[in-house]
Every structure is written in C-alpha cells, then in structure tokens.
C-alpha cells in the first residue's frame, strides 16, 4: 500500500488506543496564525504539561524569521519514512493537508501518560476528530480564534516575512481555511476561545484543560460569533 492509502484507512492499533485513553489531553486547534503555539508555549511553562511534537512529511520552514527544528517544532519524516510508521502502527492518527502529512505518534503521550501530565499539542481539526473518536473522555480541543480578520492579516503577514511568500500561501490555503473554520462550527465538543489578551486566552485555556468548564459561560457562543464573522470577511476575499 502507498502513503496514501494507508492514511485513508489507518486506525491506531490496540496497544495505541490503550496509550490514547490512558493519557490526558488538551489540542489547540485553528486556523493557520490564530496564535495556537504562542498558548501553548505559555502553558508549557506549567510543570504538569508536556508537549506533544507532530511528525511531518513537510520541510522546515521560517516561522517569525526562524527556521524550524527537527524534534523542536516537528519530527520531519519523509513521505517513505511517515509510510512506514503507519504499517508499524506507531502513529494514533494521520492527516493530509495541502501537499503533505501530519500525525501524532503513540510514543509522544506514552511517558505523558505514565507521568499523569497533560499532553499538549496544536494539530488541525481532523486529528483531534480522530482522538475523540478513540477516546472522547480523554481529549479536550479548544478552537482558538483571532479577534478580527484585519488582525489575522497582520499575524500572517508578520508570519511569512515577505508579502510575495504571503501571496502564495495565502493563495493554497484559503480555501483549507474556510473549510476548518465552517467544520469547527458544526463540531460541538470543540471550547472556542478567541485570541486577543494572550495572558486570559492562557488562563482560559488552562481552566478548559482542567475542566472548570463554568468559567466559559456564554464565551464559547461569543467566540462562535468571532469565528462566523471572520468566515464571512475570508470568503468576501479573493
């Protein structure tokens, strides 16, 4: 079986999904700048997280002018090494994004779940479907969503360095940022917060992770209303 069939089909063996439930897991989810690494990195400054790295098939790239590291920011794996991965069952779960692929392996929440630390991670909104879907009582996501599309412009702009690089991701990910955001909004096991004081999306997040779920309030139905309007700008924009 090639790479593609075998992500279109793959499930996490046994002793994967016993991993999978043993652990306890929070996933920031969202479109591309919404700022998800910056709560995670925050949150890690927490003893009881521990930070979940993906595994990739894409190369580094240069995030706010520095490149990317492998076992820092992901695993970077060919496309032949993610497929053997996936025949020796060491992934939970794989997805296929623009041109590549993103997975979460079983040995990341291995020794987070031994040591009964949250394991934290930012993976796109498919992959924390296929850990729900192993272990629902395990997997808290909050979809995390900046304050306004002019705002996001910016964060995206300042992400890529240069206005012609911007363009062009701009141009392949428009239409995959539509579809996670219009999927999230259907998705009702998903906390939506939104983005603007780093420090209470932090805190926020935290007391999700913890499930002190009556501090949302009415903030998970304000947050939607965020997420609808910057769908609305985003499909106005060519």
Do not use: C
């Not at 997280?49 to 820092?72: A, C, M, Q």
């Amino acid at each position: 079986m090639n790479i593609e069939e075998l992500a279109e089909t793959y499930k996490p063996d046994d002793a994967g999904i016993k991993v999978v439930r043993e652990a306890k897991m929070l996933f920031l989810v969202g479109i591309m700048s919404a700022g998800k690494d910056a709560i995670k990195n925050e949150l890690l400054k927490k003893q009881e997280y521990s930070k979940i790295i993906t595994h990739t098939t894409r190369l580094p790239r240069i995030n706010n002018g520095v490149l990317e590291k492998d076992g820092e920011n992901y695993y970077f794996v060919s496309f032949d090494g993610m497929a053997e991965l996936l025949k020796s069952h060491q992934m939970v779960e794989v997805n296929h994004f623009g041109d590549n692929y993103y997975g979460t392996s079983v040995n990341e929440l291995h020794q987070t779940a031994y040591d009964g630390d949250i394991a934290i991670g930012a993976i796109d909104i498919n992959g924390v479907l296929a850990f729900y879907d192993i272990a629902p009582n395990s997997t808290t996501a909050v979809f995390v969503v900046p304050p306004s599309y002019d705002i996001w412009i910016e964060r995206i702009k300042n992400r890529y360095g240069s206005i012609d690089f911007f363009n062009i991701e701009w141009e392949k990910r428009r239409d995959i940022t539509i579809d996670e955001i219009e999927f999230a909004l259907k998705t009702p096991y998903l906390f939506f917060v939104v983005n603007d004081d780093l420090d209470e999306t932090v805190e926020l997040a935290d007391k999700i992770a913890h499930h002190d779920r009556d501090v949302i309030g009415n903030g998970d139905a304000k947050a939607r209303e965020v997420a609808l309007g910057l769908l609305e700008a985003i499909k106005r924009t060519p």
